[in-house]
DNA sequence: GTTGTTGCAAAGAATTTGCAACATA
DNA sequence: TATGTTGCAAATTCTTTGCAACAAC
């Protein structure tokens, strides 16, 4: 895996590349489903990976504020899933926590017009559409 | 207020209209802004209304599920508020909380295009545009 | 009368904080 | 070396459950 681009990233967003934190990221890193601290947690601790489970909390909070990460809601519970930086929609499968990003030119534009018409300043919108795949159907 | 109209619509939905529940939707109606459990209880406690967090939640909790109550994430807390009943999107103003819904065709359409051109079976689907209101800037 | 509902107290679960030891830059 | 980070244990906060009394139908 390309640990230095990581490096580099991590300390343009202002943090440091503490081992924890590249572990995070790298087990983060290709997988397509969003996951909770929790789940994280234990998964890296099963792989052998010392970690505090405060920490996990801590790091992808981090990550999250600094645009590394998506925040997704699981039945009032934060999941988390490493995204591009530009912005984009979601297709999430409900059975296997899978999540498409989508880009949606047809929705931002929607949402100007819409906050627009109602005097809003606009801060940030989403638009994920929750579904089966066809993998999952 | 229309309590034979509410008491109907409970029972429709399986519920039995307690006072506990009217009062809840009673106090929900007309109100623009989202309200997680723990707020509620306390206002109706401070209005003099008897009720229990426990039911507040059950209630909350019974009412979404039956479709009278969309429900929103504030940093991970549940926030309700009564809503219409036919399908809408949200525009939500960060600073009071109040929402305002927005009935979205463009969006509909989408969502069926995205969600098939991707081989998924669509459970559901929310796009949301968070901003200021024009009173709050 | 039967069955759903309430509310308290207690349990449970997710997340945050204090703080001393430690690692990074 | 200076400052950001870690991790444990404890505290917080939101939410759910057990269960006996109670209210709606």
């Known amino acids: 895996m390309d640990t230095t681009t990581t490096d580099r990233a991590l300390r343009d967003a202002g943090l440091r590349a503490t081992r924890q934190r590249l572990t995070v990221l790298d087990s983060l890193r290709g997988r397509p489903e969003a996951v909770t601290a929790q789940e994280l947690h234990m998964q890296l601790r099963q792989a052998g990976?010392?970690?505090?489970?405060?920490?996990?909390?801590?790091?992808?909070?981090?990550?999250?504020?600094?645009?590394?990460?998506?925040?997704?809601?699981?039945d009032g519970e934060q999941a988390f899933r490493l995204?591009?930086?530009?912005?984009?929609?979601?297709?999430?499968?409900?059975?296997?926590?899978?999540?498409?990003?989508?880009?949606?030119?047809?929705?931002?534009?929607?949402?100007?017009?819409?906050?627009?018409?109602?005097?809003?300043?606009?801060?940030?919108?989403?638009?994920?559409?929750?579904?089966?795949?066809s993998r999952c159907r």
């Open 49 to 74: 990976e010392p970690i505090g489970l405060t920490t996990v909390y801590r790091t992808v909070t981090a990550l999250a504020d600094a645009g590394f990460l998506d925040v997704f809601n699981r």
């Open 83 to 133: 995204c591009g930086d530009v912005h984009h929609h979601h297709l999430v499968c409900e059975t296997c926590n899978t999540v498409e990003e989508i880009p949606a030119a047809e929705v931002e534009r929607w949402v100007a017009q819409v906050a627009d018409r109602h005097g809003y300043e606009v801060t940030g919108h989403r638009a994920d559409i929750f579904g089966i795949c």
